[in-house]
């Protein structure tokens, strides 16, 4: 074991007293942004009656199933012997802290959501503990998916989105790192609301919620403001008095969502199924990550070289936005991701047309990856997708 993690282990056992006699670190699992996650055992696991259980004492909780589920998922029976402890940073925000334990506290019931066992706090240091989830790790198992096993993957996350979007919670931050997923069990758990939200407290109105007609009316008194502005650089008026738009921007690079890039002051869960929607492109295409931009301006050129000028103006002006771009490697029209898909895994010399499987995947790919969020799928609607009429049992 790493000397440091060695360090960092001990300090944290030093930190908390108690919480040597309930929990024995392992290792770490996971090191972000905003927090480190070891895998720890839970001492008192054996006292217990069901600990002899095998199924139990192998262990890796495993959530409970969809249907008649038991409510209460930590009673004795449940309580799994393995835990995830996630140290938060100290650099998040106590708000921004409460705010994830808050939402995991409404989404106990969720069993694709990863749900929190109990949480500890010494001074400004926040410990989380959550039952050890058994998964792999996405660079591993994605290059060899089959249509079959995407279809399992994305109804596992699909499942999960349904339950947190009916909470009218927004996650943000839908990646691969963030869900969980067992290829061998065909099951997945959502995790980190470190950036989750609920739906509406951004309170200032976007022009994607109102109808089409007032939408063109206020984008033509913008275009009209723009054009009697004198200056050099098209798109940057001189002298702008209107105040600059403010949106929440929080999640991953490559994964937000064409509504967040045009600052949105009305994001809906539609964000997350975007992202999942990234997922299924880097899935199909076979790179990881597909979207690599270093700011939104990139972002928003990898996207436009994909949809083109046309639709990515008409995305924009949803959102009162004036998309204009001088870079001549973006068309007018993009491309099909049937195209991309073909070219990235390089089929598209040897003839090889797209297989009925594949032809479905990119029809709901299409509904995941829609420019216009009013138009792209729900999570809801997913689940009775074609695509995701599967069975893995
Ligand atoms: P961060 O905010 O730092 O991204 P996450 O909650 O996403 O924190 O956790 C980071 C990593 O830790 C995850 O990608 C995963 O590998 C691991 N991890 C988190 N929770 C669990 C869990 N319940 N079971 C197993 N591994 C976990
Ligand atoms: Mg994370």
Redesign the pocket.
Known sequence: IDLTVQHDMDKLEATFPSFKEKYRLIKR?????????Y?AEDLQYHQYENSWDLDAAESQWRPPPLKGASRSRFDTANKPKF??I?KIYVTSSPARILNELELLHDLRDSHSV?PLITAFRHADQVLAV??????QDFRKYYPEMSVYDMRVYFRSLFTALAAVHEKGIIHRDIKP??F?YDPDKKRG?L??F?LAEREGVETKPCLCHEDRQTRKQRLQQSVAFNSAQAGPQPGYPVNDTRPSRRANRAGTRGFRAPEVLFKCTEQTTKIDIWSAGVILLTILCKRFPFFNSADDIEAMIEIATIFGTRRMKQAGQIHGCVFDTNIPTIGEKGFTFEKIMLWSTCRSDNGKDLTEDEKEAIQFLQRCIDLDPTKRISAKEALVHDFLQVDPD
């Open positions: 699992i996971g090191e972000g942004t905003f927090s480190t996650v895998k835990v995830a996630k990863c959550l039952p050890y989830f058994r998964h790192t963030n969980l758990v995790v980190d470190g």
